[in-house]
């Protein structure tokens, strides 16, 4: 980010806005390794996939754009979706669906927040500070819930920070090598991913209620997702 123009990424007209995208997005984050921690690996990664449904109210609300009657309906099924997860009407109602939600709400806020910076501010700027923001917010935290990493969690740290930069980097160049309203449909394969892996790894099997919100979840958002890109 710096080899090209060391001080390009530093200069900013909206110090400001990159503030409180990064305070939003440290939430978000909060909300993910929560949900991560507390729920099975399927359903925190499908609760993700919700933000969709959060960008038709936040766009009315923020970018003055306008939804139909069917995209609003598909937005208030995928929201029912959501509520599925939390076991409603029986015993087991689990309110931490709501956690995840909440975090999808969040991501979907940094997205509108992107969109207003790119108005004025270059990619690598963005970038920057999202980067500088999210450490110093996620400092605060940290001061009272710091544990110190052993060896192999530190390794496993670092691992961690590997493949999401690679994961990152494979997503955008696929971006640019491929048709959008093929690609989008494979993003939701993670949630297959997360099925697999969290029963082999950990013997995690989604409920019924989960395997409904994810299949309404999933419906939805990917009808957003593709009619917005074919509009």
Same mark, same amino acid.
């Given at each position: 980010?710096?080899?090209?123009?060391?001080?390009?990424?530093?200069?900013?007209?909206?110090?400001?806005?990159? *503030?409180?995208?990064?305070?939003?997005?440290?939430?978000?984050?909060?909300?993910?390794?929560?949900?991560?921690?507390?729920?099975?690996?399927?359903?925190?990664?499908? @609760?993700?996939?919700?933000?969709?449904?959060?960008?038709?109210?936040?766009?009315?609300?923020?970018?003055?754009?306008?939804?139909?009657?069917?995209?609003? *309906?598909?937005?208030?099924?995928?929201?029912?979706?959501?509520?599925?997860? *939390?076991?409603?009407?029986?015993?087991?109602?689990?309110?931490?669906?709501?956690?995840?939600?909440?975090?999808? @709400?969040?991501?979907? @806020?940094?997205?509108?927040?992107?969109?207003?910076?790119?108005?004025?501010?270059?990619?690598?700027?963005?970038?920057?500070?999202?980067?500088?923001?999210?450490?110093?917010?996620?400092?605060?935290?940290? %001061?009272?819930?710091?544990?110190?990493?052993?060896?192999?969690?530190?390794?496993?740290? %670092?691992?961690?920070?590997?493949?999401?930069?690679?994961?990152?980097?494979?997503?955008?160049?696929?971006?640019?090598?491929?048709?959008?309203?093929?690609?989008?449909?494979?993003?939701?394969?993670?949630?297959?991913?997360?099925?697999?892996?969290?029963?082999?790894?950990?013997?995690?099997?989604?409920?019924?209620?989960?395997?409904?919100?994810?299949?309404?979840?999933?419906?939805?958002?990917?009808? @957003?997702?593709?009619?917005?890109?074919?509009?």
């Amino acid at each position: 980010m710096f080899m090209h123009n060391p001080l390009e990424p530093l200069r900013t007209k909206r110090l400001g806005m990159h *503030a409180v995208r990064g305070i939003i997005g440290t939430l978000g984050n909060i909300c993910f390794f929560w949900t991560i921690t507390h729920m099975l690996l399927a359903d925190a990664m499908a @609760l993700q996939f919700s933000r969709p449904l959060f960008m038709i109210p936040l766009a009315m609300a923020f970018l003055g754009e306008l939804a139909g009657f069917r995209r609003t *309906a598909i937005t208030l099924v995928g929201f029912a979706g959501i509520a599925l997860y *939390a076991k409603p009407f029986t015993e087991g109602f689990d309110p931490g669906a709501f956690v995840g939600a909440a975090g999808a @709400l969040f991501g979907a @806020l940094v997205v509108i927040c992107i969109k207003r910076l790119a108005t004025t501010e270059p990619t690598r700027t963005i970038m920057f500070y999202y980067a500088i923001s999210n450490a110093v917010f996620s400092l605060i935290p940290t %001061v009272w819930f710091w544990v110190t990493p052993t060896g192999p969690e530190l390794a496993m740290l %670092v691992l961690i920070g590997f493949l999401g930069i690679a994961g990152q980097g494979l997503i955008t160049h696929g971006w640019t090598l491929g048709d959008v309203t093929a690609l989008v449909p494979l993003d939701y394969s993670r949630i297959v991913y997360s099925a697999l892996l969290g029963y082999l790894v950990f013997g995690e099997l989604p409920g019924l209620w989960s395997v409904a919100g994810m299949a309404i979840i999933v419906a939805s958002s990917l009808y @957003l997702v593709l009619t917005e890109r074919k509009r």
